[in-house]
């Protein structure tokens, strides 16, 4: 783009961005590369803008942009943020294209959006290809590595970490199976390019979107990412909105670009709430056709016993009319099991101290429901062609991923209730903002176990391909939004058939307590919480009965916020009432335990051994909390595991400080190590059993923790 003839317009912003430098650093690194790269690509002459799309089948190039009007702020401060805008317009066609840009003061960060609005009164050209995220990379003569990992696949291999070597002549593409954004692959992306740092990328878009790396003869990578498909007209008065696009620039290795997003995301994409972060949690997990006189019993015994739950959770099956998958768009309390409602149940919650989450589905629409009655013009529909079943068969992998993934039909008939209406939307948003507070929800768990993508596509024309998904993503979003401005103590929990939407604006939204269907085992659970814990760092799994299971199962499911059964299992009715013979008091102090580490999950995150699915291996990672100056390893060692001991090196720790170190295990006093021994020679562990879990904790001895710049 010909910088030159829009620079009255530009200049005012790239003296802004210079300036932009957290209070107290210089401008390191790490902050020059954010700033450098927002002269390169939005402010110097002679570069392009990083987007790109088609006007009637045409690259809308440099020589078409010259043509158009563009407007851009000087950058208005918010926060800890500065907010720009950069706009576009074209005489000829009416149509505008709006970039919001981000700038956050305290990350190396920036994100935006853009929209496009037609202002004319005719249709514009068709729009195809938009892509919020087309540019060029290049930050060294080696070829750069990719790293990103595999999604939701509900088996062991979810979150697996992958890498690939962007050689010559080398691409990748990725995207996610059936719109769900973290089906098959989560949405982020690590470019590294060896010895000189990299550049981390995030996608927040809720549906099918697309990523492509490309690498280039310079050495660089052409990376280029949105929806997988559009090709659209907009009518007069029309707009919609893009993916939007996170970058996070880093010097150092890779895991140190890993642990500047995760401060990221902690601080920029966690949910608020009553205006605080999210804190980890603990939940305590039920079947929803448990009567509720039991479930009344079991919150006397967690208040009785003193268990340290912040949760009590209801899954599925309170309603409608039968089992819980052919009854989705039957909303109705079943009276039998619960004669009073969920009220008496959310009031002993809350006078004990604890809260209540409730299971919902409302995408998926039963045919034969009182929804599928009453709101069939608000319900999207799949043709027998693109019907995809094979729900609950028993399949061989790699079959079973994809039919997890593009599975749109449970219930035959089963429809989709088109959040891109606006009337559906607000009787939805109605509904179940009156359900919140009829039933006293602190919690409300949003499932989705169809994929939408082909319900989406089959309802596009020709011309409209792509406008179907965009409503109907964003209407999830303003859902979401409203729900939490009319209830702002209100959590969402994100499911998908497990993390199947995990993404930026999800992320911001929502939390994923159920971050897989594939949750017993307990190598796949330490193989999901080393793959997901670089990207997504408030995340739950379950499955384990503390004071039952031993340390083994139960320290397998340990994350920033874990769920656990204390007196139901699975998808199945609790049969009888609280046992007086279990014992409570060893769960008790197995969750006191939990709890006493839990802020640390929150910290840097450093894997400790390779990735490994075998069971003839130890796996181990460290979480570090320097702004505490505290941390804790879990090393496991597997069940086919010979070795009884191995050294681990940690990370993140000051050389020159002294840290006592603990193992939980162990009755021996604690050890005295610098930073530099921990460091350099590391610290041995060792499981006479297997298999095995073992818990160490460290803390600086004395002197001032700060945070290191980034």
């Not at 060896?194 to 990578?221: F, L, M, N, Y």
């Not at 090196?649 to 603990?662: D, E, I």
């Not at 009755?667 to 499981?687: C, D, F, H, Y």
Request: charged share 25%; hydrophobic share 40%.
């Amino acid at each position: 783009m010909p910088w030159k003839s829009v620079a009255r317009f530009v200049w005012p912003l790239a003296a802004m961005l210079v300036l932009s430098v957290p209070r107290g650093y210089s401008q390191s690194p790490t902050l020059s590369h954010r700033t450098q790269w927002l002269r390169d690509h939005w402010t110097s002459a002679g570069r392009e803008l990083p987007f790109s799309f088609k006007m009637n089948g045409q690259p809308v190039d440099s020589a078409a942009l010259g043509k158009w009007e563009i407007q851009a702020s000087a950058g208005n401060p918010a926060g800890d943020k500065r907010l720009y805008e950069i706009i576009l317009s074209d005489r000829a066609t009416g149509l505008r294209v709006r970039c919001e840009l981000t700038e956050f003061t305290g990350h190396p960060a920036i994100e935006w959006v853009l929209h496009f609005e037609n202002r004319g009164d005719q249709e514009t050209p068709v729009l195809a290809d938009i892509l919020p995220l087309d540019a060029v990379m290049t930050l060294a003569a080696r070829p750069p590595i990719l790293h990103y990992a595999k999604g939701a696949l509900c088996s062991m291999d979810d979150f697996e970490p992958m890498t690939v070597a962007l050689g010559p002549e080398t691409s990748v593409h990725l995207e996610p199976g059936g719109g769900r954004s973290s089906s098959e692959v989560l949405p982020f992306f690590n470019l590294q390019w060896p010895s000189r740092g990299g550049t981390i990328i995030g996608i927040g878009w809720s549906g099918q979107w697309a990523a492509h790396a490309e690498s280039t003869k310079d050495g660089g990578v052409r990376f280029r990412a949105g929806m997988a498909l559009t090709r659209l007209k907009l009518r007069p008065g029309e707009s919609i909105r893009t993916p939007s696009v996170a970058m996070l620039f880093y010097d150092g290795d890779w895991i140190r670009g890993q642990n500047l997003w995760r401060r990221f995301i902690l601080d920029q994409h966690r949910p608020r709430v009553g205006g605080k972060p999210l804190a980890p949690l603990l939940l305590a997990g039920n079947w929803g056709a448990t009567p509720a006189a039991t479930h009344l019993a079991n919150v006397k015994v967690l208040s009785q016993r003193e268990l340290s739950v912040d949760f009590y959770w209801i899954d599925a099956e309170w309603f409608g009319r039968g089992p819980w998958f052919l009854n989705a768009g039957d909303w109705r309390v079943k009276a039998d099991l619960y004669p009073q409602g969920f009220r008496p149940i959310s009031d002993a919650l809350h006078a004990s101290g604890r809260r209540l989450l409730l299971w919902f589905e409302p995408e998926r629409v039963c045919e034969g429901t009182p929804w599928a009655k009453q709101f069939e013009k608000w319900l999207l529909a799949v043709p027998k062609e693109r019907k995809f079943y094979r729900w609950g068969d028993r399949q061989t992998l790699p079959d079973w991923y994809k039919a997890e993934s593009l599975r749109n039909q449970i219930k035959e008939g089963d429809r989709l209730w088109n959040l891109g209406d606006p009337a559906a939307r607000k009787f939805l948003t109605d509904f179940i903002s009156q359900r919140v507070t009829e039933f006293g929800l602190d919690c409300y768990r949003h499932d989705a176990n169809i994929a939408p993508l082909e319900f989406w596509r089959a309802a596009d024309a020709a011309d409209r391909q792509g406008m179907t998904e965009i409503r109907w993503i964003e209407g999830l979003y303003g859902f979401w939004d409203e729900l939490l401005r009319r209830h702002p103590g209100l959590i969402i929990d994100n499911c998908a058939s497990g993390g199947r939407r995990i993404d930026l604006e999800t992320l911001s939204r929502s939390t994923p307590f159920w971050r897989t269907d594939f949750p017993g085992d307990p190598i796949g659970r330490q193989c999901h919480t080393y793959g997901i814990s670089f990207w997504a760092p408030m995340n739950s799994t379950g499955g384990p009965t503390p004071g039952r299971d031993d340390d083994y199962a139960l320290r397998s499911t340990f994350s920033s916020c874990m769920v656990i059964n204390l007196f139901g299992n699975g998808d199945a009715p609790q049969v009888k009432g609280p046992l007086p013979d279990f014992p409570y008091a060893r769960a008790k102090a197995a969750l006191a335990q939990y709890r006493s580490l839990q802020r640390d999950f929150l910290g840097d995150y450093y894997p400790l051994t390779p990735y490994s699915k075998t069971a003839d291996t130890w796996l181990a990672w460290q979480f570090h909390r320097n702004d505490l100056g505290e941390g804790l390893v879990q090393a496991f060692r597997r069940p086919k595991a010979a070795q009884d001991a191995v050294t681990l090196k940690l990370s993140g720790l000051s050389p020159a400080a002294r840290y006592t170190v603990l193992d939980l295990d162990a009755s021996q006093q604690p050890r005295e190590m610098t930073g530099r021994e921990l460091i350099e020679q590391g610290i041995q562990v060792k499981a006479a059993t297997r298999p095995a879990a073992l818990l160490l904790t460290y803390r600086q001895v004395g002197g001032q923790k700060v945070d290191t710049p980034p």
